[in-house]
């Protein structure tokens, strides 16, 4: 959209919110104003306006907003979210949000814009569940996890470590986030808020219907270790007990070194591995020569950073499906 057609049906928008509003004053409707003086001003069709920062956020946002929010998302569809740049519209719209769902320490541009945005309703997706730190390297078959548990500190192994933002490719995680962000929408919407927290009791449900998923078709998988381009699925390798090795480390722009890709050979050879794992949205370039050099197949694990016509499903739920049949497969896993 251009910036005059955007502030025209900005405009549009003002004039029906102003004559919707005239017409709720007439009819008795706005006694429910609970919190004095209500300054949230609302979109075009009265639905609170929620930005979301990339996909995940985004789905969460619709799936519990439901009918009473109009999601945007600052991530573009097909576009990498890692490192994303503003436009000043972006950010100037940003301001003008009821509520933003986000996930900081994964779009730094994101974070600075959101910390001036001066938006009352911010749901920061880490903020409701624990971080760790991960190199290109995470061993989740040493042990069972536990929730909060141990600080996994392999810094000598991992290499280009940090604190890890992947946290939605857990679906436990991904429901504590779910959480958080039903109560923020919640508290900016008071009027909605008995179908916030059944949207988000229901989206829990499903989610541990997926984790549930998840545990039983990886159990009895005979290989444990895969390889992936980026250190997304750290968190999902630690709860259903599989090793990640990735080429490169928690972003996609870094560069593998030589010594990770021969660390990588050992590794594939020493543990069976069948599959290199590539991605939709970042160049499988890496993935597909250093399968070629083995004689590895190549298939697509999705981290889920957004969804286009590429992707495996339409949906959270339908590619995170799709994901765990990749799994099974490279892993060995007998078809059910
Ligand atoms: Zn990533």
């Avoid at 919190?35 to 609170?48: K, M």
């Avoid at 070629?292 to 298939?299: F, H, I, K, M, N």
Wanted: hydrophobic share 35%.
């Amino acid at each position: 959209m251009t910036a005059r057609r955007r502030s025209r049906s900005r405009i549009r928008a003002r004039i029906t919110a102003t004559a919707l509003a005239a017409g709720a004053t007439a009819l008795g409707l706005l006694s429910v104003s609970a919190c004095g003086q209500d300054d949230r001003e609302e979109s075009a069709d009265g639905r609170l306006r929620v930005i979301a920062s990339f996909y995940p956020m985004e789905f969460l946002a619709e799936r519990i907003g439901g009918d009473h929010v109009s999601v945007s998302t600052l991530t573009e569809p097909g576009t990498e979210p890692h490192d994303l740049d503003l436009s000043p519209q972006q950010t100037a719209r940003l301001t003008e949000a009821d509520v933003i769902v986000y996930l900081q320490g994964l779009q730094p541009a994101v974070d600075e814009a959101v910390a001036q945005s001066g938006v009352d309703h911010i749901a920061e997706a880490t903020s409701f569940t624990t971080l760790e730190t991960h190199g290109n390297e995470v061993d989740g078959t040493r042990g069972a996890h536990t929730d909060g548990g141990h600080a996994h500190e392999d810094g000598e192994e991992g290499g280009e470590g940090g604190e890890d933002p992947h946290i939605w490719l857990d679906p436990v995680r991904f429901g504590e986030v779910a959480q958080g962000v039903g109560e923020e929408l919640a508290d900016a919407d008071p009027g909605h808020a008995a179908d916030y927290q059944r949207n988000t009791e229901r989206l829990l449900s499903e989610l541990d219907d997926l984790n549930g998923e998840f545990t039983q078709g990886l159990a009895d998988a005979p290989e444990r270790t895969f390889i992936t381009t980026h250190a997304a699925f750290g968190y999902l390798a630690e709860r259903y007990g599989l090793r990640e090795e990735a080429i490169t480390g928690l972003d996609p722009e870094s560069e593998p070194s030589a010594a990770r890709m021969r660390d990588l050979q050992d590794i594939a050879e020493a543990e069976g591995v069948r599959t290199v794992f590539f991605e939709t949205l970042v160049s499988d370039e890496t993935a597909r020569t250093l399968a070629g050099d083995l004689g590895l197949e190549t298939a697509v694990l999705d981290p889920l950073e957004g969804i286009t016509d590429e992707s495996a499903g339409a949906d959270y739920f339908e590619v995170m499906r799709a994901n765990l049949a990749a799994l099974r497969q490279a892993l060995g896993a007998t078809a059910s």
